[in-house]
């Protein structure tokens, strides 16, 4: 699997600007990944997440030098909290975790599936994939649940959906929800 940069600003990307205008990797040529799953950029640094081989890493563009965490199941979404450390959603362990020198857990059980809200380590998920860090909250596409969660104060709630389906408004339903994003004051799902 490669990493690739695909454009020098978001303001590329469709819209009056046209297509894109070029792709370039950053990394991976060597083999370095198995099946990379996610990915978000902060502080200078890409943070990828390879879900074939448990782990998340951190380099550079062009840098060459890429910081290994192990640790995880299979982590899929990863996002950037405000004090620059990555939190991963790791749908293997079916729990969601702050990447340091180690993973650190933050919020659900390890490997226990489950729909409960409460304090964020007695919470449980069923195969979180999406993340998307806030200011002060982490939201959580929890997959298998068809179901949005917010992580914040140390505790997990369910703020949108419930049963599998398709539907908007206050009684909203998803369908196997993957992919999330903070756009503005809203929350943008897949």
Not at 10 to 19: A, D, E, M, Y
Not at 54 to 59: T, V
Not at 152 to 163: H, K, L, P, Y
């Amino acid at each position: 699997m490669l990493v690739a940069a695909f454009a020098t600003s978001c303001s590329q990307i469709g819209g009056t600007h046209g297509p894109l205008r070029y792709v370039t990797t950053v990394a991976g040529t060597q083999g370095e990944f198995g099946e990379t799953f996610g990915v978000a950029y902060a502080n200078g640094f890409l943070f990828v997440t390879d879900g074939q081989k448990g782990e998340s890493r951190w380099f550079i563009p062009g840098n060459g030098e890429i910081i290994t965490r192990t640790g995880l199941d299979t982590p899929s979404g990863i996002c950037v909290a405000r004090d620059g450390k990555p939190i991963v959603a790791d749908s293997g362990r079916n729990a969601v975790y702050r990447v340091d020198k180690e993973p650190s857990l933050i919020a659900g059980i390890e490997g226990k599936r489950g729909t409960d809200d409460g304090a964020a380590t007695s919470s449980t998920f069923n195969s979180p994939n999406g993340i998307a860090c806030g200011e002060e909250k982490t939201f959580v596409a929890d997959t298998y649940n068809d179901r949005i969660r917010v992580i914040e104060n140390g505790n997990v709630r369910t703020i949108a959906g419930s049963t599998q389906g398709f539907q908007d408004g206050v009684s909203s339903m998803f369908d196997t929800p993957t992919g999330i994003a903070i756009w503005n004051d809203k929350l943008l799902v897949a």
